[in-house]
């Protein structure tokens, strides 16, 4: 994303501003990175493909384009010069100049003439805008691409999820702008359906957040001051960084993942409880608390009384009121102390505070603490806590974990590529005796094709497993049994209802809402999520360790497994389509089977609660956190 130039020494591309700034910190300042996965690659080629597609959809399109070819880079933008001297309604592929003073490069795909000047539009393979009850956007058909052709489109506003593509927009309005290209504060975002939805960039946005050009403004301005300071650090490490590693979902697609978690788990960075947002952590680790050792010694009870605080209704201190509380009559019931602040009341009533005694056994640092609004304070203690232990507790209030239970169980899971799903596989296990059913006892049943996968045969796979589990459930019922579906999250349900509806089938539809609401479909995410605490993520890879599953696979996951279909499907050597086949099924058997050891585990593994909880004593020779 960067490359050395005159004037600055480094210019920084239309990402910049939305990257991760310790991933721009390492990447200046030399630190080695993984290579691109399987995965990743295989997004980038979808992506690039989807680009051609709405390329040649504006070239069969209504409107004159001018397309710029030149392979030479100091040609290709004398050329777009060129075609915006002429006036060119269309540029495809411009080439824009580079901003040496002010640090920035980028590539607009294309470039369309409107309100006086010209219009940065990039292509994306997502969705780009949302339903919203008040929203209000406009839209341009790729036909007729152009600002005054586009229509109103009520109840759409733009998605949480494209407002790091608006922002590299405003990267190219501020290079543009720099570079003399004349245009309003206004560009467009081709989404996944080839809809181009145009984005002011100057529009103020809801909470005082500012518009997106403020917003682009403050955060490029931090990436040129980490550009500058790694730049020294790539002549003497000893010099630090501006920023540090902090956690957030995007690390997981990073080539310094790696890098950045040594340097998490080294530090102790308080970042990496589960939940924990990095604004959030930042706030913790200026109020003192960035480990989760340190954050770990917090008292949940008073976080979660402080948490009931963080209203704006709330005007009074919790601080203060236990400070108030020590100086009383234990016995002394709270309505005395906060007089006729209601909404106080209210709070310390629903966290079952009724005396001045109760109060006064508050932690006051905590209490000070839950003041930063800085997330459900008392639940991230929680986890920080079980993290620090190293293995999973229940919740508060628990004495043992729950899940629910069958003479009959099935366990499901699909896999699904890039136009669709093309393999459901289960296991069945049954805990008493059903005659009709003993041959499938333990057995792994798959409905699957490595067959070019459209809509009617998505439903024909689907139609095969209802078919079976509807044979189950008539076998079950002959005997008064009872059945349970079980799958780890939603995907399963949604899967299931989005084939359902695009069949028009009308026993698929009747099985998708019973399935969608029956008491016998049981996500065992929820299940794990609503019993148990853990210092780590929901991963049904991590969870099944704990019951001493493991997968037959090295590298299980559901991305890879789409490169494995992809090479089952389309690779020219028959002995690779069938190995990555056969590495598939077993990948799918092996989520299977997880579940019921999850479930297994669950019912039957020594747990003690959160609330038993007692801070690790130090190895001997180690230093207090």
């Known amino acids: 994303m960067t490359e050395p130039r005159s004037g600055r020494t480094v210019l920084l591309d239309a990402r910049a501003a939305v990257r991760c700034p310790v991933a721009l910190d390492h990447s200046i300042s030399g630190t080695e990175q993984d290579a691109a996965s399987d995965v990743v690659l295989k997004w980038r080629d979808a992506a690039n493909a989807h680009r051609r597609i709405v390329l040649d959809r504006v070239r069969a399109g209504l409107t004159p384009f001018v397309e710029i070819t030149e392979s030479d880079s100091a040609a290709a933008r004398a050329a777009t010069s060129a075609a915006i001297a002429d006036g060119a309604p269309i540029i495809l592929s411009p080439r824009l100049r580079d901003d040496l003073d002010g640090g920035r490069r980028g590539r607009a795909d294309l470039l369309i003439e409107g309100s006086g000047g010209y219009l940065p539009v990039l292509i994306k393979r997502h969705r780009i805008a949302e339903v919203a009850t008040n929203g209000r956007a406009r839209s341009s058909s790729l036909e007729r691409p152009t600002l005054d052709a586009a229509v109103i489109v009520h109840g759409r506003r733009l998605g949480k999820a494209a407002r790091d593509d608006a922002m590299e927009l405003a990267h190219l309005r501020r290079l543009m702008d720099a570079t003399g290209i004349p245009g309003p504060p206004l560009g467009g975002l081709v989404d996944a359906e080839g809809v181009l939805w145009w984005v002011e960039l100057d529009a103020p946005r809801g909470g005082g957040a500012g518009s997106l050009l403020e917003r682009y403004d403050r955060e490029f301005a931090l990436r040129q001051r980490v550009v500058t300071r790694a730049e020294l650090r790539r002549s003497d490490p000893a010099v630090p960084p501006v920023v540090v590693p902090l956690h957030k979902a995007e690390c997981a697609r990073c080539g310094f993942e790696q890098q950045c978690h040594g340097e998490m788990e080294a530090s102790d960075s308080v970042s ?43 005007a009074m201190s919790l601080s203060d009121l236990i400070v108030t509380a020590r100086g009383v009559d234990p016995e002394t019931p709270v309505p005395h102390l906060v007089g006729e602040h209601m909404e106080v009341r209210r709070a310390l009533r629903r966290s079952g505070i009724d005396t001045a005694g109760a109060l006064g056994a508050l932690d006051e640092d905590t209490a000070a603490y839950g003041a930063l609004g800085a997330g459900d304070v008392a639940t991230l203690i929680d986890r920080a806590r079980a993290g620090w232990s190293g293995h999973p507790y229940l919740r508060r209030g628990l004495t043992e974990a729950f899940v629910t239970r069958a003479t009959v169980e099935v366990d499901l899971d699909m896999e699904r590529g890039d136009h669709g799903v093309y393999l459901w596989g289960m296991v069945v296990t049954l805990r008493d005796a059903v005659p009709a059913l003993q041959e499938l006892d333990g057995t792994y049943l798959p409905f699957c094709s490595f067959d070019p996968l459209d809509g009617a045969l998505e439903a024909d796979l689907l139609r095969q497993l209802v078919d079976e589990l509807q044979r189950i459930d008539r076998a079950v019922a002959e005997i008064g049994g009872t059945l349970a ?21 009308e026993g698929l539809t009747a099985f998708a809402k019973d399935f969608a609401s029956s008491d016998r479909s049981v996500d065992l995410r929820v299940v794990a999520e609503a019993n148990l605490v853990l210092g780590h993520g929901f991963r049904l890879k991590k969870l099944a360790t704990y019951a001493g599953f493991a997968w037959r696979d090295e590298d299980p996951s559901g991305s890879a497994s789409m490169t494995w279909y992809d090479r089952a499907v389309g690779d020219p050597n028959g002995a690779v389509r069938d190995a990555n086949a056969a590495r598939i099924l077993a990948y799918n058997e092996d989520d299977c089977r997880a579940t019921l050891a999850l479930r297994n585990w669950l019912e039957s593994a020594p747990l003690r609660s959160i609330a038993d909880w007692a801070a690790p004593e130090p190895a001997r020779g180690s230093s207090p956190a």
């Not at 959030?280 to 605080?309: I, Y």
């Not at 399963?492 to 089938?505: F, K, Y």
């Open 485 to 505: 579906i079980y799958f780890y999250s939603h995907a399963e349900i949604d899967e299931v209802r989005r084939i359902a509806t695009a069949s028009g089938d």
């Open 272 to 314: 990496l409880v589960p939940g924990m947002q990095w604004r959030h952590a930042l706030k913790h680790r200026a109020a003192g608390r960035g480990t989760r050792q340190s954050f770990a010694l917090l008292d949940p009870v008073t976080a979660a009384v402080g948490h009931a605080f963080t209203s704006d209704d709330v």
